[in-house]
């Protein structure tokens, strides 16, 4: 099956610092990939759509300066959380579509988040 | 917009009974997917099972079925010959089939249901 992959799989960072995650398509590629945050024993919540070379599609409560995402190629998607606070401390996981099935997304292992 | 809702956030079964986990749903959409994700103590999330509305034969995958009724808007699944390794947050999505709509490909998640299989 199709395999999605993140990095780093949890980071450590101090507060006012950015923070770099990565989100790859191994096997396929992906002209849409998902952000989610996951916070304990709760639901994901949708976060951003990536798209490969335009602009990422941010749902409402979002903020796109926060949480910048680009999608420069078919196999890689990147959110960088600038600046993070504790508040941004989470559990992040990208979703990626294998087309032409829109309707099945294959999901990242996660990275956990910890903002000191 | 789309809401699913599970009504139950924990359950246990014996290990080799079977379980059942609802999930209800509310949309006014007529074409959409209808998904149980699996999400193990790793995090990672696992593909159970998937349901296209357009068909009325309930999908089956090895011990895990579901039973959907379209007009009740209600998507149970059932785990049959429960094991140990079932234990994890299961959670029931929704994904509209229609490709005009700002909604489309995305999923919208329930609050999820704990399980845990006891021996």
């Known amino acids: 099956g199709a395999v999605v992959s993140q990095h780093p799989s949890r980071v450590i960072c101090k507060s006012g610092t950015s923070v770099k995650i990565e989100c790859r398509s191994l096997?396929?590629?992906?002209?849409?990939m998902f952000w989610y945050r996951q916070f304990p024993k709760q639901s994901l919540m949708l976060m951003a759509t990536?798209?490969?070379?335009?602009?990422?599609?941010?749902e409402q409560g979002v903020e796109k300066d926060k949480f910048l995402i680009n999608h420069a190629s078919l196999t890689l998607s990147t959110l960088t959380v600038t600046s993070a606070h504790p508040e941004d401390s989470s559990f992040y996981i990208c979703?990626?579509?294998?087309?032409?099935?829109?309707?099945?997304?294959?999901f990242g292992p996660g990275t956990r988040l910890l903002v000191l | 917009a789309q809401t699913v809702t599970q009504s139950q956030p924990e359950m246990s079964v014996q290990e080799a009974e079977t379980v059942t986990l609802s999930c209800t749903y509310d949309?006014?959409?007529?074409?959409?997917?209808l998904f149980w994700y699996k999400q193990p103590p790793s995090r990672q999330m696992i593909l159970v099972i998937r349901?296209?509305?357009?068909?009325?034969q309930n999908a089956t995958e090895n011990r895990f079925s579901v039973n959907f009724q379209k007009a009740a808007k209600s998507f149970s699944l059932k785990i049959s010959d429960s094991q140990l390794g079932d234990t994890a947050m299961y959670f029931c999505?929704?994904?509209?089939?229609?490709?005009?709509?700002?909604?489309?490909?995305?999923?919208?998640f329930g609050q999820g249901t704990i399980l845990t299989v006891h021996p």
């Open positions: 979703s990626a579509e294998q087309e032409p099935s829109q309707e099945t997304q294959y």
């Open positions: 096997d396929f590629q992906a002209t849409t």
């Open positions: 990536s798209n490969e070379g335009s602009k990422a599609t941010y």
């Open positions: 949309t006014s959409e007529s074409n959409y997917y």
């Open positions: 349901q296209e509305a357009y068909k009325q």
């Open positions: 999505a929704f994904m509209t089939d229609n490709a005009g709509g700002t909604s489309y490909g995305k999923l919208t």
